[in-house]
């Protein structure tokens, strides 16, 4: 609003005169109106015309002064503390959490403003938005806590504990809805979904039947929001058309040379604080990192020039618990980065994450060990090491049997990262893996992380001795089951790959076993319609091979049996 005032003042100057000229030329005397409301129509325009909407003196101070300090951070140069102490006091602003609000506020206005098509105020708002994150990092020692906010966020979190998941997905394509709408009938679905229902010419309610009056449907805000926080809360993405612009702009940092500077100067500011200071302001400096590097590629790269990796390495041998929770939450944001790898793995970090993945003092951070181990495996040259560190990969398998639901998936998907080096393979099987994945499907309600258990079984399957130990587990009518009613194409998909291998590997051990299902057939043929190009080739070929078992023991069984010799005794 302080920055606007200028431009609000010019447009309600330019209101009020325009208001003044049309009562000007206004035919009073031609209308049948009294006499008091002649003298209000005059009143009101000689207020409109003399009204001035000067914007006030300390609004014009402060003003001039934010400018001065994005000048400041456009050359590189550090502000003042106090003269940015001194527009944060005249802004209400007094502690961390009301700059984190207004932190947050900001980046909000910075993805409204993405959508727009003209962006004339996005250099503005990013330049803003850099002020108040180097004020946040900066001018405040404690990170005070928002007690009120977290305990509305704690009664939320029971609320969302109770909800049933199918009826937060559409009932038309079975998936989480990301822009739900609601008919006149009630019901809701996603938007592109029903939009497509209706161009096909079915001016009808799908759930009911019921024929629409009007196809016209609303947003329903609210239902976002839940499936939002509940996909938030149990790991599954979620991507709105407001977070994708979101995400564009955090990515971009666009249109601000302020900005920029000031993230750097940031930067720089943050690395000295975890290397000179100790205890608490480490721990603050390795949480503001965090926060810096979890959405922003730009905020990445700055910390990594300003040489944040090696400091907060260090801090994981920490006995503090909110110290190496930091650091670690830290570091697996700065491994999405493509040049921090190599910084890691080089200063020594992989045996550093490893001791935390196995006796990390927070869950959280043994789960953030997991997720940075992920990123590592992506280059072939780590993932081989990752692979030949004893331990490495039966910590993966503890934190899978131990951990919470996104520890669990963190623990999956970099295990199966590391089985695309074909060396990892016996170590997996080794480590016990497959009877802890059978008891995962008889347990988990979660179908991503009963996907993501899957798809590691599918690769461990490619390889005989990977299906004769799945086999041995007793996975087979699991596995079946879940093809039959999961609600997930990949799930399915996988599904099939393994009874496929299965049947190529495992042979008599699986094939009449599945020959005698009397429901398989039919949802292997479903997925000749309606599952992906791979899954469909994978059910052709496992139809034929079923096929060609049925009628070699139809044949076999019609062959007429021929009479036995008999033995006489001729004595």
Not at 81 to 103: F, K, P
Not at 197 to 202: E, H, V
Not at 516 to 536: C, E, H, V
Request: net charge negative; aromatic share 8%.
């Amino acid at each position: 609003m302080l920055m606007q005032s200028e431009i609000a003042s010019d447009e309600f100057r330019v209101l009020m005169r325009a208001m003044g000229v049309a009562l000007d030329v206004l035919p009073l005397e031609e209308m049948d109106v009294g006499d008091e409301v002649k003298e209000l129509v005059e009143f009101v325009r000689e207020q409109a015309l003399t009204m001035k909407f000067e914007v006030e003196v300390k609004d014009q101070r402060v003003f001039r002064k934010v400018y001065w300090i994005l000048d400041h951070f456009e050359g590189g140069i550090n502000p003042e503390s106090s003269n940015m102490r001194r527009v944060l006091e005249y802004l209400g602003i007094g502690n961390w959490s009301e700059c984190n609000r207004e932190v947050k506020f900001l980046e909000a206005e910075i993805g409204l403003e993405w959508q727009t098509e003209k962006k004339t105020h996005l250099g503005l708002l990013s330049s803003l938005m850099g002020f108040m994150i180097y004020c946040r990092s900066t001018l405040f020692g404690v990170v005070d806590r928002e007690i009120n906010k977290q305990s509305d966020n704690a009664d939320s979190n029971e609320i969302i504990k109770f909800l049933n998941a199918d009826d937060l997905r559409c009932p038309i394509t079975l998936e989480f809805m990301t822009d739900p709408v609601t008919l006149a009938t009630g019901h809701t679905y996603e938007q592109s979904s029903i939009t497509k229902w209706f161009r096909a010419g079915n001016p009808t309610c799908p759930k009911t039947g019921e024929r629409l009056l009007s196809t016209d449907f609303v947003p329903n805000s609210v239902l976002k929001q839940i499936i939002n926080q509940f996909c938030s809360e149990n790991g599954i993405p979620f991507t709105d058309s407001i977070g994708r612009a979101r995400n564009v702009t955090k990515i971009a940092v666009a249109g601000s040379l302020a900005a920029d500077q000031a993230v750097k100067l940031l930067a720089n500011f943050l690395v000295g604080r975890l290397v000179g200071s100790k205890n608490q302001e480490q721990n603050k400096a390795a949480y503001e990192i965090r926060l810096l590097t979890k959405t922003s590629i730009f905020n990445r790269s700055c910390l990594v020039e300003a040489g944040a990796i090696p400091p907060l390495l260090n801090l994981l041998s920490s006995d503090d618990p909110s110290m190496q929770d930091n650091a670690m939450a830290s570091l697996l944001n700065l491994s999405k980065f493509s040049r921090s790898k190599k910084i890691i793995v080089d200063h020594g970090g992989l045996i550093l994450i490893l001791n935390v993945l196995k006796q990390g003092m927070k869950m959280e951070a043994r789960q953030h060990a997991a997720g940075i181990f992920f990123y590592l495996a992506s280059v072939e040259e780590y993932r081989m090491l990752i692979g030949e560190i004893p331990e490495a990969i039966s910590a993966l398998v503890e934190l899978l049997r131990d951990g919470m639901d996104r520890g669990k998936k963190n623990a999956l998907v970099t295990i199966f990262g590391l089985l695309i080096c074909p060396e990892n393979h016996w170590k997996v099987l080794a480590a016990g893996l497959i009877p802890l994945l059978v008891d995962l499907f008889r347990s988990c309600e979660r179908e991503d992380l009963i996907t993501d258990s899957l798809a590691v079984l599918a690769t461990l399957a490619d390889k005989p001795d990977g299906t004769t130990a799945i086999l041995s587990s007793g996975a087979l009518p699991i596995i079946v089951e879940v093809l039959g009613s999961s609600n997930l194409m990949a799930a399915r998909e996988y599904c099939v790959s393994l009874l496929l291998s299965f049947c190529i590997h495992g042979g008599d051990n699986a094939v009449p076993i599945l020959a005698k299902n009397p429901s398989l057939m039919g949802l292997l043929y479903s997925q000749l319609t309606d599952g992906t190009s791979r899954a469909s080739k994978k059910a052709s070929s496992l139809i034929k091979i079923l096929h060609n078992f049925n009628e070699r023991s139809s044949f076999v069984s019609s062959i007429p049996a021929f009479p036995q010799e008999r033995f006489i005794h001729v004595w």
